[in-house]
């Protein structure tokens, strides 16, 4: 085990994992694509590797699949053919040394990655259109369905929740 301690708790998982796994690839992944708009996700990519005083990881590939992305879970659903671009990138069942960086797939090296603050990895580089350029904003219908799936996706979730506490204090004697 590496000696990595740090006051937060995500900084030591991700100190950790760069140490003592070879992560190799991180994809970022559109907001909103698996719960609700604003919740980022990413897929990380890494080899287990035996204990070893030097970092495993020498090399971070991130593809961005998120910046300048418009998806949504109903209206404009993440296809495979969305992904076509990051796989022909990761190259699988060829060696990582024949990747190439591209507008969307940079590497960054361990060194660049520890002295982030707080290794943090969530890494951009692409400039944010949407940020910049309000006349390339989706329409006010799009976002307005977008609003109304998000709140019917919560509230099935608070159902559900209610629901199962319904359940479980049926057996519960509330005269105690």
């Known amino acids: 085990m590496s000696p990595i301690r740090a006051a937060d708790?995500?900084?030591?998982?991700?100190?950790?994992?760069?140490?003592d796994f070879d992560l190799h690839t991180l994809?970022?992944?559109?907001?909103?694509?698996?719960?609700?708009?604003?919740?980022?996700?990413?897929?990380?990519?890494f080899d287990k590797r035996p204990a070893a005083?030097?970092?495993?990881?020498?090399?971070?590939?991130?593809?961005?699949?998120?910046?300048?992305?418009?998806f949504t879970l109903k209206q404009n659903p993440l296809t495979r053919?969305?992904?076509?671009?990051?796989?022909?990138?990761?190259?699988p069942g060829r060696a990582r040394s024949e990747r190439d960086e591209t507008e969307r797939f940079r590497s960054f090296t361990?060194?660049?990655?520890?002295a982030r603050d707080k290794a943090n990895l969530d890494i951009t580089w692409l400039r944010?259109?949407?940020?910049?350029?309000?006349?390339?904003?989706?329409?006010p219908e799009i976002i307005a369905r977008e609003i109304v799936e998000d709140l019917t996706a919560a509230l099935a979730e608070f159902?559900?929740?209610?629901?199962?506490?319904?359940?479980?204090?049926?057996?519960?004697?509330?005269d105690v």
């Open 128 to 139: 944010d259109e949407s940020l910049e350029d309000l006349d390339n904003r989706p329409d």
């Open 159 to 174: 159902e559900a929740v209610a629901a199962a506490l319904d359940s479980s204090a049926e057996g519960v004697d509330r």
């Open 53 to 70: 005083e030097h970092p495993w990881t020498k090399r971070l590939w991130v593809y961005d699949l998120r910046t300048n992305k418009h």
């Open 9 to 19: 708790p995500g900084e030591t998982l991700r100190r950790r994992l760069l140490h």
């Open 110 to 114: 361990y060194d660049e990655l520890v």
């Open 27 to 45: 994809l970022r992944l559109p907001t909103g694509i698996f719960y609700a708009q604003g919740v980022k996700a990413n897929v990380l990519f």
């Open 81 to 91: 053919a969305a992904l076509d671009d990051f796989v022909e990138c990761y190259r």
